[in-house]
T-cell receptor, first 112, second 112 residues
Framework: GESVGLHLPTLSVQEGDNSIINCAYS??????FIWYKQESGKGPQFIID?????DKRQGQRVTVLLNKTVKHLSLQIAATQPGDSAVYFC???????????FGTGTSLTVIP | DADVTQTPRNRITKTGKRIMLECSQT?????MYWYRQDPGLGLRLIYY???????NKGEISDGYSVSRQAQAKFSLSLESAIPNQTALYFC???????????FGQGTRLTVV
């Protein structure tokens, strides 16, 4: 999962398996939590968000779970495909403004 | 054409030089951001602007300045570049009340 440090966490999964990417956050004042995907050579792209008063939100092949008790966020990708290989960032959107603060990222590699 | 365009895409500059990175957007968004990405550290917010007359410091503003010349343009300046400012820089935009930020392709800056 994501953490502050010098090394990017990595996750390798077999094509077709489900992936779970984790993120720990520290700021209880965040209003929204957001997942971004960054492919090589590109800027981050929005995947899905979840409001702080929700526990779960589903999108197309992705599910985000929020556990406020332990300040933990996860992104689940169903039936992972080679195109899912990327770095995934969680981000917080602060209640008192519209700043986005990002985690350090997790590198997902899908093995064909 | 890209919605968020950064120029230049790559730049090598010498220590002590002044350099400007430019960002323009066609999304009509009021909010613009500059981030810096370093390996293992994710994206860190340098400056952000909620409209033309609004400029705010982010997490790591020291050594940087910005100018919001118009709603569509937000430039980042390094007044006197130093080697530890070598990084990948991203501009992003968002709309008030919206959690989705749109990123440019990034500018790779190397200070030698």
């Amino acid at each position: 999962g994501e953490s502050v440090g010098l090394h990017l966490p990595t996750l390798s999964v077999q094509e077709g398996d489900n992936s779970i990417i984790n993120c720990a956050y520290s700021n209880s004042a965040s209003d929204y939590f957001i997942w971004y995907k960054q492919e090589s050579g590109k800027g981050p792209q929005f995947i899905i968000d979840i409001r702080s008063n929700m526990d779960k939100r589903q999108g197309q092949r992705v599910t985000v779970l929020l556990n406020k008790t332990v300040k933990h966020l996860s992104l689940q990708i169903a039936a992972t495909q080679p195109g899912d290989s990327a770095v995934y960032f969680c981000a917080e959107n602060m209640r008192n403004g519209n700043q986005f603060y990002f985690g350090t990222g997790t590198s997902l590699t899908v093995i064909p | 054409d890209a919605d968020v365009t950064q120029t230049p895409r790559n730049r090598i500059t010498k220590t002590g030089k002044r350099i400007m990175l430019e960002c323009s957007q066609t999304k009509g968004h009021d909010r613009m951001y500059w981030y810096r990405q370093d390996p293992g550290l994710g994206l860190r917010l340098i400056y952000y602007s909620f409209d033309v007359k609004d400029i705010n410091k982010g997490e790591i503003s020291d050594g940087y300045s910005v100018s919001r010349q118009a709603q569509a343009k937000f430039s980042l300046s390094l007044e006197s570049a130093i080697p530890n400012q070598t990084a990948l820089y991203f501009c992003a935009t968002s709309k008030q009340g919206n959690t989705e930020a749109f990123f440019g392709q990034g500018t790779r800056l190397t200070v030698v």
